[in-house]
């Protein structure tokens, strides 16, 4: 089995054009393998977020290449892409991006809704999910009746309760305290314990360091280099 789960190879990404074009992502090698638990770590503005994005594969690549389960998303059709992120993809974002006008329960259905289950189906799934993340009591709130942390949490219920092979999360624990950031946490390595499960995390919250097998330090569009906290080991990209 192959045990890499993503790769970029000499990923080039930019925004606007002319004077006010900025390159972001600037030939971006990296790799993330089966049954890890990866964190992306450096200064805000490095584009962690643009390379998680390009990984995920809501933005696409001015040039380079994206692998994700051996499926080259840079090759990919819009609409295919969309399809492979529906079944392998779980993203918790930055700005927990739930819809207002959808309860808990119901936001949380919505992958699973997407793959064809049924209402019924989906809101035991989901409500088992919430149960998980400390937000039982909660199913039926709307995000504007809920804390920062609470949204958060429904935002990586939705996230997991599809089973994905695949979790991208962008700050998961910014907006959580020590006990709920450490619930969280555990569940993320609990999918990141199994063989054919990949996790990648993006962070500034050094109380979490101490989960991730491995460290990615990103710093100005490039990977500076990649530690193992377990064994001291550095590799230099
Ligand atoms: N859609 C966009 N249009 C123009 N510029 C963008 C866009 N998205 C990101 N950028 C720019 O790309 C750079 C990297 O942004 P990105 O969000 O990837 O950083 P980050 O490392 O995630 O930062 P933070 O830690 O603050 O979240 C920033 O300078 C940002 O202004
Ligand atoms: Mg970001």
């Avoid at 429904?154 to 089973?163: E, F, S």
């Amino acid at each position: 089995m192959n045990r890499i789960a993503v790769r970029t190879s000499c990923v080039c990404k930019g925004f606007g054009e002319g004077e006010s074009r900025t390159e972001v992502l600037k030939e971006v090698n990296f790799e993330a393998q089966m049954g890890e638990l990866l964190m992306l770590v450096g200064p805000s503005g490095c584009g962690k977020t643009t390379l998680l994005s390009v990984i995920a594969g809501t933005l696409g690549v001015d040039r380079g290449e994206v692998e994700v389960f051996d499926s080259p998303l840079h090759r990919l059709q819009t609409k295919e892409v969309t399809q492979f992120r529906a079944s392998n993809i779980g993203f918790i974002f930055q700005q927990y991006n739930l819809i207002p006008t959808l309860n808990c329960i119901e936001n949380v259905s919505v992958p699973l809704r997407i793959q064809g289950a049924t209402a019924a189906d989906a809101e035991d799934k989901a409500a088992a999910m919430l149960e998980t993340v400390g937000l039982g009591k909660r199913i039926r709130h709307r995000p504007n009746m809920l804390s920062g942390g609470q949204q958060q949490r429904v935002a990586i219920a939705r996230a997991l309760v599809h089973d994905p092979k695949l979790i991208i999360c962008d700050e998961p624990t910014a907006a959580l305290d020590s006990e709920n950031g450490a619930r969280v946490m555990e569940i993320l390595r609990g999918v990141a314990a199994r063989p054919d499960r990949c996790v990648i995390i993006v962070t500034h919250d050094n109380r979490i360091f101490r989960y991730a097998d491995r460290m990615t330090h990103m710093e100005d569009g490039r990977i500076h280099h990649t530690d193992n906290p377990e064994t001291g080991a550095m590799e230099r990209q």
